[in-house]
């Protein structure tokens, strides 16, 4: 069950319009006790009138709560997404992890509805998964509360991360199950850095409708990539994130191919 505690996406990345970042801990459990917190009702609130918006045809499309009028499209991940659902040529079961009410599946609904047997499997906080299941969820876009119980709809082909593995508390725990249950894992507006190690800051969000703190994982490339590559994953494609920051790393987006199976 995903808890604000270990599960900070839906909240964090929603609070991240002005963001800086501070320190570096020794664990997630230090930023945890530091991060002065955040208000979560008021959150989902905006992100669900935002996303009611969006369903009722009055924005295009909306990306952490915040409404946009006209259209636009993440071609490098819709790519991925479309070579996936060719490449596997039985449908498409995307898990979208800290997808909201439906963000991304709404903005790129144009494209997916024409892949054969899609099926889009958001996995989110309690209250979400409530809220989507009430006002969102079709035979398409359904609502789950953890990878497994997503698992069980259907055999997932690509498990993604938008702008969400860095407000996890054990991401690479996180990462294990997706690989053992996914063919593909995405990754994308995700923090990187040139160094060895991850670093652990806190996240100081300021802006007019949110004002929180919380914990936030830079991860280092090199490991990010060697820990995929001893899962049996190998990356075959990147490329930048839209994401800007003061903050030494640069936001990209990842896919890798896991084995074949049989």
Not at 28 to 43: E, K, T
Not at 111 to 138: H, K, N, P
Not at 222 to 243: A, H, I, N, S
């Amino acid at each position: 069950m995903l808890t604000a505690a270990t599960f900070l996406a839906p909240i964090a990345r929603r609070l991240g319009f002005s963001a800086e970042f501070n320190g570096s801990y020794g664990s997630w459990s230090d930023a945890l006790a530091a991060a002065g917190g955040y208000d979560a009702p008021q959150i989902l609130q905006t992100v669900h009138s935002s996303a009611l918006r969006v369903k009722r045809g009055e924005a295009a499309f909306e990306r952490d709560s915040v409404c946009f009028m006209h259209e636009e499209f993440r071609w490098p991940l819709l790519s991925c997404l479309l070579y996936i659902a060719n490449a596997r040529q039985n449908g498409l079961h995307v898990v979208d992890f800290g997808g909201s009410l439906g963000s991304l599946y709404f903005q790129h609904k144009k494209f997916l509805s024409a892949t054969s047997g899609l099926m889009w499997s958001i996995v989110e906080q309690a209250e979400y998964v409530r809220v989507g299941r009430t006002d969102f969820e079709d035979d398409t876009l359904k609502f789950f509360a953890t990878l497994d119980n997503a698992s069980a709809r259907s055999e997932i082909d690509v498990t993604l991360y938008s702008g969400s593995l860095q407000y996890l508390e054990d991401p690479f725990d996180e990462l294990r199950r997706a690989a053992a249950l996914s063919a593909f894992v995405i990754v994308d507006r995700t923090p990187f850095i040139e160094a060895q190690q991850d670093r652990i800051a806190i996240q100081h969000a300021r802006n007019s409708m949110y004002d929180g703190t919380y914990p936030h994982r830079f991860f280092s490339r090199q490991k990010f990539d060697r820990f995929m590559m001893e899962l049996g994953f190998t990356m075959f494609c990147e490329w930048d994130g839209f994401d800007k920051t003061d903050a030494d790393c640069r936001y990209q987006g990842v896919a890798y191919r896991g084995p074949v199976r049989r």
